[in-house]
Structures are given as structure tokens and as C-alpha cells.
């Protein structure tokens, strides 16, 4: 809800995780910085992902490949022709929207409308009833699903023929308003492309014009051969990469869910054709895994297939996650076909081919993708993990309940007061732990406000030195999750370390 999401962004900017973009100036829209804690939380995201990527599969290796690329790249992905969102402006506030999204936000709401008389039939018949039948027969409800799919059904026949009037004459049938006035005075719809252009060379006549890249994706394709060659790979395998993309996005909302510069984590699986559905499968599958691995709950994830395909692809599905707006998507999972490499060798004139040996045949694999957000995915962990407590003597504490492995910093070393030695043991402490991991030294204010500072920047544990400390060598170990303490030897707080971390 809204004022979960507000908490999310007011929390991600106090405890140094999110700033907006040159604020001191005011700020570029939809564009953000990460700050100390979040750089941390971002890169131990990455982490995860590449261990689990190339790390865990023999057959996957990774590339960084430059962001600037050359600019037929574009022409034979299709972005320079088809990357575009068709825009609408309502001719009273002058605001500008996705026509699509307009129309995608009204057949959701019909959903919505489903999930209300489910919700309603289950109180009245209890929960043995049968919401299969229900959906399939109930009058009311067949009818919004049967408005939801034709007006999704339309909408995709015009976008695909371009037939640009007939989206706008859909807005208009369908009587759709500005979100935000309510004025149904619209403009033509028109198309416009995402793709942020550059220039290459000094002098204005020579110069050459270059995008940024859209998607982390190309640099692979391009790559694609120089890689199985001086690799030595043998289809099927992967190659993986993270790196920044950008895209001028319209409607760029939702703070750090839809940004203008931001990056992706993305590997493109090479397989025999005619293989690639099981391929698909086995990564859909692989990928829900990873997810469900760092604990968020498996309610806030489901798969939504894609019954439009875009013209590369013969089979798409997102993992979408609970955001605190909704389930949106968080990762894309595509069986791309040959359409990359095929066009790829035919705008290069390079042939894009792999022996197998096993066929004793050469052919242009097929790609599976999987493609993730790494903001977006930063966004699913933060909102999920941010919560407000009520204790049990009825005070409320904040808490950014992390998984304990990305958390940016993994323990505070606090001694109870700063003298009396303490301080120089808990450096001691810190010396110790710092070669396997980020921990930090807090000294200021009580240590019951130490506490609930790391609780709300999410640090799962608090070592403390205490005046005990100095007669036995041991100190307390506070669990952020539950707020337990336990007295621990100095000399096993490694071990202990590595046990709690691990996942
Ligand atoms: P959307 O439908 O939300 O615009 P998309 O389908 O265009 O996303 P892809 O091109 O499949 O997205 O990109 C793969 C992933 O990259 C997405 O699942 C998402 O996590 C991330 N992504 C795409 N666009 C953005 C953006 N503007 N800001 C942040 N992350 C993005």
C-alpha cells in the first residue's frame, strides 16, 4: 500500500541507502545514487546472483562487455526500429502516458473486480467451494474476464499492426480518464523511441551517433562467438553478465522499479534448437529456486506467462513479485529462438555458427534469457524486509529484517560505554572479523539506541563488550530477528559468524 511504499523511501534515504540524483540541485527525474549502505546491499545482491550464475554452473562463464556499442548493434536487435512505447497526452493537463499502460491499468482493474467476487463468494460458501467452477460459471465474473481478455486481445492485434488509431479509439471506448484529472480529452497515440542517443567523435560533422545500451543482452549476442571459441564451450552453455542499461521510460515512477539508468543482471543460455523449451523450463524453474533461497516468503512470487509474445520469442514468463504496489515484475525468462544470433550474422555478415560434434552439424543455437533487474530486485528486498514492530511492553521498533547474507554490514562491535578499555577491545574484536566480513563500530549513545539503529539499517547482529568482558573474555551476541542475547567467547565469534551467515 501507499504508505508502506512511502516508509520504504523515507527509510532508504535516512539509513544511507538511497539518495534521489544530484538532489542538491533538485534531483533528475527517475534517476538515484546508492549510497554507503546501499552500495553495499546492491553489490552483495550482484554477488548472489554471479556465485549462483558462473560460480555454480560449470557451463557459464561470465563478460562485461562496454556499455557504448556499435550502432548497427541496434539495427539488427530491432531497437532502433521497434523499442517504443506508444504515448498518449491528455489535451487538459497535458500530462503524458503510456497508451498501453492506460489500457493494461484498466484490465486490471477488471481482475480486480474477479478477485473481489472470489473474495466474497468464499466467506458465503466457505472454503470448500470450488473457485474453478465459480470463475468458469458465475455470470458477473465470466463477464470481466471475458472484457479483460478482449480489450488485452485488442489492444495487442493494434500494437502489433501499428495500427496507432485503433489504440486510441480502444481508450476512447472503453472511456478511459486521466489518472490523475479525470479529463478524457486525449491526443493521438504515437510512437517514441527509448533509446538514449550519445555522440561519438569531436567535430559535430563527424561524429557518429551511438545509444546507450538498452539491455545488457546484445553485448553477449555480439560476443557470443569469441566467447565459445577462446572459452572452449560446448552448447548448452551460458554466458553471463551485469552491467548498467538505460532507457528514456515515459512514465519513470516507483522509485528505484522503473529508473532511466540502471542495471541488469542477465545470462543468455545457448542450446540445440528444438531444445530450448526444455531449457526454458529447467531455468524457470532454477530461477524461482534462487529466489525462494533468500526467504522473502513464496506467497510474494508467481509466474505470469506471457500469452503475447514479442516477435523473438516462443515462449516468456515473469517471475513477478509483491511489491508494495502490487505484483510487478522483477525478472523476464525468454526462449529468444535464433533471432539475436541470425540477425546478428546477417546485418555483420559474420556467421554466428556452432560445430557440435556430437551431430557432426553446424547451426545457429537458440537462447533461453533469464534477464533481472538488480535495482528492481534491491527494491523487492528492501520493501519485503522493512517492518514495524509492536514488542511485547507495547513500544514499536523499526526493523530491516535483511536476509543476514546481503546485509551491508553483518555485525556491530559496540562497547557499553568508551572507556574503561572497552573501545580498544571491540577494536580487537573488529580486527579479528574484518577479513571475512563488513562490520562496523559504533560507540555513540546508549546501547539500547545502538541497538535499534542497527535494527533499522538492518545489521542481523550486535557484538557487545562489556565490563564481563574484560574478567572472561566473552561478550554478548544480539540476533536482530529476535532481539536474543547470548554470551559468546571471543575467541568462537568466527565460527559462530559462519555458521549464522551461512545460507
Ligand atoms: P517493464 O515491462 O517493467 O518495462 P521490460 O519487460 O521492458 O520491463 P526487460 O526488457 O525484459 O523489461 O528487462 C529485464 C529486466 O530489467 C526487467 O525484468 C526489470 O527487472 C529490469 N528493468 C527493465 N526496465 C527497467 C527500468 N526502467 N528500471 C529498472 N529496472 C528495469
Redesign the pocket.
Known sequence: NDDQFKRVVAHAKEYGYIFGSSEIYDGLS?VYDYAQNGVELKNNIRQYWWTSMVKMHQNIVGIDAAILMHPTTWKASGHVDAFNDPLIDNKDSKKRYRADVLIEDYAEKLEQKVQKEIAKAKKRFGESFDETQFVSTHPRVVGYRQKKEEVLARMARSLDNNDLADVKALIEELGIADPETGSKNWTEVRQFNLMFGTKLGASAEHATDLYLR??TAQGIFVNFLNVQKTGRMKVPFGIAQTGK?F?N?IV?RQF?????E???M?MQFFVRPGEEMKWYEYWKETRLKWHLSLGLGADNYRFHDHEKLAHYANAAT?IEFKFPFGF?????I?SRTDFDLKAHEEYSGKKLQFFDPELNESYVPYVVET???????FLAVFSNSLKEETLEDGSTRTVLALPAILAPVKAAVLPLIKRDGLPEIAHQIIDMLKWDYQVQYDEKDAVGRRYRRQDAVGTPFCITVDHQTKDDQTVTLRHRDSMEQERVEISDLPAKMASLLEV
Open positions: 527517475a538498452p539491455e542499461a532507457r521510460e519513470a528505484i522499479f522503473r529508473m532511466r540502471f542495471e541488469q542477465e515473469d510487478k515484475e522483477l525478472e523476464g525468454h534477464s533481472i533487474g538488480l535495482d528492481r530486485m
